[in-house]
Structure formats: C-alpha cells, structure tokens
C-alpha cells in the first residue's frame, strides 16, 4: 500500500469505490480490471458494481468475487422511438434506486465504464457532488459518457484525439485496461498449439466473433475455409453459444478447423495464433495492441456510433491492421486471409505497428487518478 493509500485509509477509514456499466465484456472486463488493480493496491478497499438487470455483468461481476446491484434500466430505441416510453419509466425507477445505492453504500468515488446502465447511476452521484471519473474505451466516444463528461473529475481514454468529445483538461490517456491473465502467458506459440490439440508446426488462424458469436464472421470464414486450409493452415474457431451447431457442422468438413461455442483459455488461444480475426470491439483492439497480433478485423455496423469501424480504422490508417467491411466479408475474408498467411513480413509489420499503438499498465494508471481524486477530496 502506497502512502497515499495509507493517507486514505488513515483519514476516511476503507476506500469505498462504486463501478458501474457493462452491457457487454468490452466494458465489463475492463471494470473488472480496474476493481482487480484497487484490490492489489488496497486490499481493504469496499468495490460495488452497479449494472443493468438480465445483462451479462450480472452473471460475469460475481463470478470475478464482486458484489453486483442491478438497475432495471434500458437502452433506448433510436430506431424506433416510439418503443421508449417503457424505457423512460425504467429510467426514472433506476433514478430512484441509484439514490438509494448511494446512501446505503455512501461511495468516494463513482467510476463509469460505458454502457446505458452507468447513466443513472454516474448522474446521481454528480447531483450528490461524488467525484465521478469516466473510462471510455473507443475511439468515438459513447453517448453516456459524452453526457456526463462535463461533471467528471477525469476521463480515462485509450486514443489520441478525444477533445472532439470531451473538456480537454479532464481528459487523461491511460490505455483500455485488459484482463491480466492475457498478459502473463509463458508458453510458446508450439506450446500453445499443442495445448489446444492444434498442430504445432503450421499456422493458426484464430477466429472470435464474441461469447455469442458473429453472424457476419461466421459466415464469412465458413466461405472462406476451403481457401484457409489450402494453405495447409489450422483454423481456431469461437462460434458463439448462438450460432456453435450450425459452425460445428462446418468446421467438422475440413481437416484442422476447431470449431468451439466459447474459449475460455483466451490467453493460450491468442499465444497460439499467426492471425486474429475478429470484430473490432475496444477490448479485443487493445488486446491486438498489447499482445501485437496481427489481425483482420470485420467491424459490427450494429453498434452505436459506428463505433467499431472507427476503432478499426484507428489501426488500419496506421497499417495496424486490415480492416473489412462487414458487407464484404463474405466475399474478402478468404482472400485476405490466405494473402497474409502467405505473406510472414507483412503479418510482421502489422505486429509491429500494433504494439507500437499499444499503452500498458491501463489498470494501474486508472487507480493511481482514481486514489489522487480521492485523496484531494
């Protein structure tokens, strides 16, 4: 424990931290990254998450040894407006829960990661003069964070460039915090393949598409595996729990495709690969950074904002990355993977320039300007 942690603990007895957000494992996982960083930094510290009822951070929080409180609030229809009066009413009921959170629990700080469920939340503990910090994990910033910036005592962001959304002076460029154990894998590619019953002597391509899967992705390398396995390579794939029969069915046709509903060792998976696949979801591109993976990334135009075309583009335009359009991936992907799995330097190069856009230790700095808004309070 640092002095400052100590001058916390001293003066205000337990730090107490409330997180909240999720909606997907783009926010969750970095929430729960951080919680991990505050433990390791203060192991008596109080962490409650606050998220959204039936959404999957109410299954994965606990799971990580968090207590969780859900707020029964919606996302609304941008579509289809008149669908939101029932939304305005969820809204207005989480209103009143999120006050009664905070005089139960009585947090130091409000941390926000994304996600309809920390609006509620986040604005309550701003009108109750909580100092609030926002982490934003892509390039486009969402709609909850840019509406709760002008209170925030800091953002926390991973790309250059975010004083288009938010007050130049709060912003601070800390990276997206990732799950640790991505980090820490000591096994060799080889060992990694054969770990995972791949054949350690050829290329692996690994495919994910999101714990559910990817309609567009897995059609797409569907069409594309006859070209894929041509090249003698292996293919590693995540179906999703949504779509895992019909990819099973598929994959079983061709020698050295292994086809899985989910990958839960992640960190072997990504060790193991000479070529990522994938959306463009803030996570999974901080991971290509950091772990400097070259990669194809296929961006989800079922997004708000549109934002993970813009995170792709963020490493396309820095030869980071090969970008495709979710509209051509059917017609692309075979070719582009088969150019690259025959092309070692240029895969070399996106690796390189990858990393070179990576920022480590996102966690620790996060908690660092989270102690230091506290102990100024």
Request: proline share 5%.
């Amino acid at each position: 424990m640092n002095e400052m942690t100590q001058n916390i603990a001293k003066s205000n007895g337990p730090l107490r931290v409330l997180i909240s957000g999720g909606g997907t494992g783009g926010h969750i996982f970095p929430a729960v990254s951080i919680a991990n960083a505050l433990k390791r930094r203060c192991p008596e510290a109080e962490i409650l998450f606050v998220g959204a009822e039936g959404r999957m951070e109410m299954e994965k929080v606990p799971a990580a040894g968090y207590d969780i409180v859900g707020l029964p609030v919606a996302g609304f229809d941008r579509k289809r407006l008149w669908r939101n009066a029932g939304v305005l009413i969820k809204l207005m009921r989480s209103m009143r829960k999120a006050r009664k959170v905070l005089k139960k629990f009585n947090p130091d700080i409000a941390v926000g990661v994304g996600g309809y469920a920390s609006g509620p939340m986040l604005k309550q503990a701003q009108k109750n003069n909580i100092p609030t910090l926002l982490q934003e994990q892509n390039s486009y910033a969402g709609v909850t964070n840019k509406l709760l910036a002008a209170k925030a005592r800091a953002i926390c962001v991973a790309y250059e460039g975010m004083e288009r959304f938010f007050p130049a002076e709060s912003i601070e460029l800390t990276g997206n915090p990732v799950r640790s154990n991505l980090l820490n894998c000591i096994l060799t590619p080889a060992q990694a393949k054969e770990a995972l019953g791949m054949n350690p002597s050829v290329p692996l391509v690994l495919v994910v598409g999101g714990s559910l899967g990817a309609r567009t992705v897995n059609e797409a390398i569907s069409r594309a595996l006859p070209d894929i396995t041509a090249t003698g390579a292996n293919v590693l794939w995540q179906g999703g729990k949504l779509y895992a029969e019909k990819c099973c069915e598929r994959g079983a046709q061709f020698e050295g495709v292994k086809v899985q509903p989910f990958i839960a060792d992640m960190d072997v998976a990504y060790r193991a690969a000479d070529l990522l696949v994938s959306r463009a979801g803030a996570a999974t591109i901080s991971e290509i950074q950091l772990l400097g993976k070259a990669a194809i990334l296929i961006p989800s135009p079922n997004v708000a904002e549109d934002h993970q075309r813009k995170n792709a583009e963020a490493l396309s335009s820095r030869g980071a990355a090969v970008m495709i359009p979710d509209a051509e991936a059917c017609q692309r992907l075979g070719a582009e993977v088969t150019a690259l799995l025959n092309d070692g330097p240029k895969r070399s190069d996106l690796s390189r320039a990858a990393s070179k856009m990576a920022l480590p230790d996102a966690d620790e700095k996060i908690v660092d300007r989270i102690l230091e808004i506290v102990s100024e309070k």
